[in-house]
T-cell receptor, first 113, second 112 residues
Framework: AQTVTQSQPEMSVQEAETVTLSCTYD???????LFWYKQPPSRQMILVIR??????QNATENRFSVNFQKAAKSFSLKISDSQLGDAAMYFC??????????FGQGTRLTINP | DAMVIQNPRYQVTQFGKPVTLSCSQT?????MYWYQQKSSQAPKLLFH???????NEADTPDNFQSRRPNTSFCFLDIRSPGLGDAAMYLC???????????FGSGTRLTVV
């Protein structure tokens, strides 16, 4: 089965510190993208960062970066210098077959001031 | 700005009364999706359209149907809403290749 798994239902971090959210996936696709989305209480799904699987270099967007381990099918998100506005649900997602974007179960991130 | 727009933002419907949710896009993307998201859960794919080709997920209830009259618009019809259908419904679009997905703000459906 093609799945996306986030094993951390909740995480918390002190403001200004670094936190890493984990994600593993299983796919039979040979060329694909991986995504991290942020969903604040307003429920708008906001793209945080995207990784192309054929690229070995890890994607970086300002304070957000990924650790992509293709052989291990692991795709973790690192948030540096955490800010109060980073508090949200974070979903890992992958298009697993025929254009279908599949989401992990989500990680609720709390930022402690 | 190019975007995905869902109307209404909040919808209240009566148990068993048909309801339609709408989604429009200005991105000219080929693929449009409908997701159902219940509280504290991941979005669950209901259907997607690749142009006019309709793709139904195997576990999508028959109570849910969709229409895509043109590239810009897609509708979700719930024929006889039950209490269990109360959820956030998210519309999304993408280009072929899976490199980018854009989501609307969602419609929160309440069934009374």
């Amino acid at each position: 089965a093609q799945t996306v798994t986030q094993s951390q239902p909740e995480m918390s971090v002190q403001e200004a510190e670094t936190v890493t959210l984990s994600c593993t996936y299983d796919t039979s696709e040979s060329d694909y993208y991986l995504f991290w989305y942020k969903q604040p209480p307003s429920r708008q799904m906001i793209l945080v960062i995207r990784q192309e699987a054929y690229k070995q270099q890890n994607a970086t967007e300002n304070r957000f970066s990924v650790n992509f381990q293709k052989a291990a099918k692991s795709f973790s998100l690192k948030i540096s210098d955490s800010q109060l506005g980073d508090a949200a649900m974070y979903f890992c997602a992958a298009p697993l077959g025929a254009q279908k974007l599949v989401f992990g179960q989500g990680t609720r991130l709390t930022i402690n001031p | 700005d190019a975007m995905v727009i869902q109307n209404p933002r909040y919808q209240v419907t009566q148990f068993g009364k048909p309801v339609t949710l709408s989604c429009s896009q200005t991105l000219n993307h080929n693929v449009m999706y409908w997701y159902q998201q219940k509280s504290s859960q991941a979005p669950k794919l209901l259907f997607h359209y690749y142009d006019k080709d309709f793709n139904n997920e195997a576990d999508t209830p028959d109570n849910f149907q969709s229409r895509r009259p043109n590239t810009s618009f897609c509708f979700l019809d719930i024929r006889s809403p039950g209490l269990g259908d109360a959820a956030m419904y998210l519309c999304a679009t993408s280009r072929p290749g899976g490199g980018g997905y854009t989501f609307g703000s969602g419609t929160r459906l309440t069934v009374v």
